[in-house]
């Protein structure tokens, strides 16, 4: 009988196989593809370049960097960008950082001129990071946080918090590099390579430490794989409720009540996954890249799941569809439009993308609850007709979203929801998306942004692999003209990996040019100490006031300029007001977590991140949207109540 089954099972393979309109919903076997860098702090003008095109771009957060991608820092200006799980990259201003390779266990940065801080928390045995720079490359196989330098003919490299790397310099040596170490490469042949002691950790790097201090201690991650990015965004911005349908979902507040997810943002084109989303939201990555969205008692909410071991970035989820069944279209002239709606719970992607090996097929990759086709759970082995499947969310009103075909891609739109038809009327396009790419499909219309130096641009650096160039779409009617001059990079061997013996390799002589001996770290207080309330300071009162003035006037004159000088610039006083209420007001339960006094804060220019459009409330504030109507489900992040620590401390 299994015999018979199985002569009866090759032809309907067959047959769907060259049906093409079929298929079977399959297990997950697909092979590593990359997630990119977030671009996920921005702070002054940061702009991007992407290969292919003639100009910079302005960056914004959610940017995904493909090969290729340049980004440089203006005057006063830093962004920050994640490509791990608990591993950023940070820059400072007057810096242009590029990515050149992203492999399966291998990245490659370039470092042109300026200053970046790889700050890794977590690094996987057998991943490297290379990072190239004018006289040497540096390669990065152990956690730890890791400052990079280009000024001039100088390059310096510093390790802390355990870090290790190897150092090849443009002539072919390789050098060992120990933590706690500042490496410092002088131009010249040979090379000049010498190690000096780590300074003490500045500003630049305290304030690197609180940015990534902050992955650790977020909510969201409780809900979400490790190698989701963007998580610690959604503590900020939204509400987590678990409902008995879909278990803990997500939802966004300060959003309009006609807002719908990918409404507002823009389609850019990605040398690897084609159409990508860009969502304008501080938030927008995770909601926008995994999991489902789901309508809920009239709200709008993030379903990511199941927690899986491996999730698997997609550049959007959702259908796109056209109308009157006519998905053989391949060309964008003529075409009325394009509308996409965001997949409902359970739903399968159609990649459009062509590195997908299922290209136009049902696909659940990533994915760890239940597969639903037409509102039916369906199994691996049920046969699906692609042309027949109809999207939950299609069926919501203001849920179709359509922009006209000769601007999608190449202008930041919000997109005009779609209620001249029936949801019926579409259907889902399969594979290639009818919309061809052009130049300005590279920056989603975005605006022309600052641009590096030439000296900078066309400054060559080590490498120890030639980056890939992916060939363009497009055609150009003219030849294009260069008006800038491609930098001819210096290619060297690194060491190879020996495991069982990682310094092997020699170190670097001890440099010459020596400063004054580092002071060691203050040792750590006890916990009886820190557990300590710190009083407030006192409150000057107006007597106070009238007794240093009359102290200043009897001073002589020299003594009362320098104090002038001294004075700090007065408040306006609702500043004053406000400021005394908060020295003088008792905490409020329940007591929002300050920063520790110890970690002093750098200076506006290099730390403070400006004002965002969208501002998110306190931690502790519990914010309701929507004219105070209750959320559904129940609160999905309630500590236990036994926790009370300071009654636990006193007893």
């Known amino acids: 009988m299994n015999y018979l089954k199985r002569i009866w099972f090759i032809p309907l393979l067959l047959l769907l196989a060259l049906s093409g309109t079929a298929t079977l919903a399959a297990d997950d076997d697909e092979a590593w593809a990359p997630t990119p860098p977030r671009l996920s702090f921005v702070d002054g003008e940061v702009s991007y370049s992407r290969q292919g095109a003639e100009d910079w771009a302005r960056a914004r957060p959610n940017l995904a960097l493909a090969e290729g991608d340049a980004l440089y820092t203006g005057k006063d200006a830093n962004f920050e960008l994640q490509f791990g799980s608990r591993s950023f990259v940070r820059a400072d201003a007057n810096t242009q950082l590029s990515l050149l390779n992203q492999e399966e266990r291998f990245i490659q940065f370039k470092l042109t001129s300026g200053r970046v801080s790889f700050d ?5 045995v057998g991943d490297t990071v290379e990072v190239s720079t004018p006289n040497a490359v540096f390669n990065i196989d152990h956690p730890g946080y890791y400052r990079v330098e280009v000024n ?3 390059t310096h490299f510093i390790t802390r918090r355990g870090g290790e790397a190897t ?16 490496i410092v490469v002088t131009e010249g042949y040979p090379v000049n390579v010498a190690t000096y002691a780590a300074p003490a950790p500045d500003a630049w790097d305290r304030w690197n430490e609180a940015r990534s201090d902050r992955i650790g201690e977020s909510i969201s991650a409780r809900y979400l794989p490790p190698d989701v990015y963007g998580v610690e965004e959604l503590d900020h911005y939204g509400h987590w409720r678990v409902v008995p349908d879909y278990g803990a979902v997500w939802i966004p507040y300060g959003i309009s009540a006609d807002w719908a997810p990918y409404s507002t943002g823009s389609w850019v084109w990605d040398p690897y996954y084609e159409w990508t989303w860009i969502d304008d939201a501080p938030w927008g990555w995770a909601p926008f890249h995994y999991g489902r969205w789901v309508s809920i008692d009239g709200f709008w909410a993030w379903a990511p799941g199941p927690v899986v071991r491996r999730p698997v970035y997609s550049p959007a989820l959702v259908a796109f569809m056209i109308r009157d069944h006519d998905v053989s279209v391949r060309i964008s002239i003529g075409l009325p439009g394009l509308w996409w709606v965001a997949l409902s719970w359970g739903e399968p992607v159609l990649p459009w993308w062509s590195h997908h090996r299922h290209r136009g097929h049902p696909r659940w990759d990533g994915w760890g ?3 639903i086709v037409n509102n039916v759970v369906i199994n691996q082995t049920t046969v699906i007709n692609v042309g027949d499947i109809h999207y939950h969310n299609a069926s919501l009103p203001r849920a179709i979203l359509t922009v006209p075909a000769d601007k999608f891609g190449r202008e930041r739109i919000r997109a005009s929801v779609e209620n001249r038809y029936r949801h019926t009327d579409f259907a889902p396009v399969r594979g290639e998306l009818p919309v061809k790419p052009s130049r300005a499909s590279l920056f989603g219309g975005a605006p022309k942004g600052v641009q590096p130096p030439r000296e900078i641009i066309s400054r060559p650096v080590v490498l120890t692999r030639t980056p890939r160039e992916r060939a363009q779409p497009w055609q150009d009617d003219t030849p294009r003209v260069r008006t800038q001059p491609a930098p001819q990079p210096r290619y060297v061997i690194p060491p190879a990996r ?19 001996e580092r002071v060691p770290l203050p040792l750590p207080p006890r916990y009886g100490e820190v557990k300590k309330p710190v009083a407030p300071p006192p409150v000057p009162t107006r007597s106070h006031v009238r007794e240093r003035e009359t102290e200043r006037s009897q001073l002589p004159t020299r003594e009362q ?8 610039p007065a408040m306006p006083p609702a500043q004053a007001v406000a400021r005394s209420a908060q020295r003088v007001a008792p905490p409020v339960q329940p007591a929002v977590v300050a920063p520790p006094a110890a970690r002093p804060s750098a200076p506006a220019s290099k730390q403070t991140p400006r004002t965002r459009s969208e501002t998110a409330p306190a931690r502790s504030e519990v914010r309701q949207d929507r004219n105070e109507r209750p959320l559904p489900g129940q609160p999905a992040s ?14």
Do not use: C, N, W
């Open 120 to 124: 890794m928390r977590s690094l996987a």
């Open 152 to 154: 001039g003919r100088d």
């Open 167 to 182: 150092v090849t310099t443009a002539d072919g040596r390789s050098l060992s590099v120990y933590t706690s170490e500042d």
């Open 369 to 371: 609850g239940p597969r």
């Open 498 to 516: 020996r495991i069982e013996d990682k310094r092997a390799l020699p170190r670097p002589p001890f440099g010459a040019e020596a400063g004054p």
């Open 561 to 568: 300029s320098t104090m002038r000088r001294e004075v700090k």
């Open 638 to 651: 309630q500590t236990h109540r036994g926790r009370d620590r300071e009654s636990r401390d006193e007893r």
